[in-house]
């Protein structure tokens, strides 16, 4: 028992040390196997094995729960005094936020934990301004160390990625950005969630934060709220749609396209872009319902199939073909899902259009 009382001190001394001298970092945390032993650190990557990390944990959990009995911070209606000689226990609140930070290390839906770091937030907003400011952007960064991290279930945490928007909408709304800051933040929420994206394919909470932070952004900078909104969306569009098409099951990034377009309002912009989408998937001959049902809904959405032209702009008119809707009426297409109805279509087309093996060689 002493023995196992003693690792999961030294565990929980270890990642203590790693998260006290963080200093606003960002870090990469990954579980090793065992073979590579407890822990291991180089720079800002870390790794550790789940048994330590589990040792941690345990260790964490007891002194965040100990400390929380003499805390301030214990009791709904509390108003802690953080710094100065106000607050007679900065080491045992040193304390209390590196073991919610390990706790939440190992399991990122812990909501005591991360309550109290928001209420810890809270309270620090009556000091220095400057001193506030710090304390959001260091545990902004915090968010990025879990949700960017290659781990296994907190890159598509619900509890951290509304932890991170109350974050994030405090740093905004105190700082009102101008339109070039704006933009600027909203790329750079965007590498995140793009990154958490492709750690957990599908990733529903990581691109519906992006819109909330779409949203917060334009109400609370310079300007109006719907030239704002319109700007936003177009400066994020392109870095967007390349990683859609690099990622083309992906059903969660296509419909966060489709919202960025909806907010842009551009009617070229939003042909160039779906027109590039619909080649894509007829180039490689994609027949996954993820780009069908963007391009259906985009099309239907957008009013696009009336737009003729160029097939490279413009390549849905390729189901206009009259061969082709003659076929594809003759074809069996009854209750079939409205992306099928295309997907069918391309299927026609591609058959017209591949080259026939019959013709004798010349």
Not at 36 to 42: A, K, Q, R
Request: proline letters at 5%; charged letters at 20%.
């Amino acid at each position: 028992m002493t023995s196992q009382c003693s690792a999961q001190i030294d565990a929980f001394r270890d990642l203590s040390r790693i998260f006290g001298s963080r200093d606003g970092r960002v870090l990469e945390f990954e579980i090793l196997p065992p073979a590579f032993g407890s822990l291991l650190e180089d720079g800002c990557s870390i790794g550790v094995t789940k048994k330590y990390l589990v040792q941690a944990f345990v260790a964490a959990r007891r002194a965040f729960f100990d400390g929380l009995k003499s805390s301030r911070y214990n009791g709904s209606h509390s108003s802690p005094e953080i710094c100065g000689q106000k607050h007679p226990d900065k080491e045992l609140d040193q304390t209390l936020a590196i073991a919610s930070e390990i706790m939440l290390l190992f399991d990122c839906e812990h909501l005591t934990a991360c309550n109290w770091r928001k209420r810890r937030l809270t309270a620090l907003g009556d000091l220095v301004q400057e001193e506030f400011f710090h304390a959001l952007d260091t545990e902004l960064s915090l968010t990025t160390s879990y949700l960017c991290s290659p781990l296994h279930r907190h890159t598509k945490s619900p509890t951290l990625w509304q932890h991170r928007q109350w974050v994030r909408e405090h740093l905004v709304r105190l700082r009102k950005p101008s339109a070039q800051a704006a933009q600027e933040l909203l790329k750079a929420e965007l590498s995140a969630v793009l990154l958490a994206g492709e750690r957990h394919p599908k990733n529903y909470y990581a691109f519906t934060y992006m819109r909330q932070i779409h949203r917060i952004v334009s109400e609370a900078s310079e300007g109006e709220i719907e030239g704002n909104s319109t700007r936003l969306a177009q400066s994020i569009i392109t870095p967007t749609l390349d990683w859609c098409l690099a990622h083309p099951t992906d059903i969660s990034g296509l419909m966060f396209l489709l919202y960025l377009l909806d907010a842009v309002g551009d009617a070229a912009l939003r042909l160039e872009t779906v027109g590039r989408v619909t080649r894509f998937a007829l180039d490689i001959g994609w027949e996954g319902e993820s780009i069908w049902s963007f391009v259906d809904l985009a099309v239907r959405k957008f009013n696009l199939a009336g737009f003729v032209g160029d097939p490279q702009t413009y390549p849905w008119d390729i189901f206009l073909n009259p061969v082709l809707s003659d076929k594809f009426q003759h074809g069996d297409s009854k209750c079939r899902a409205p992306w099928k109805a295309w997907l069918d279509r391309a299927q026609i087309h591609w058959t017209l259009t591949q080259p026939s093996t019959n013709n004798p060689p010349a």
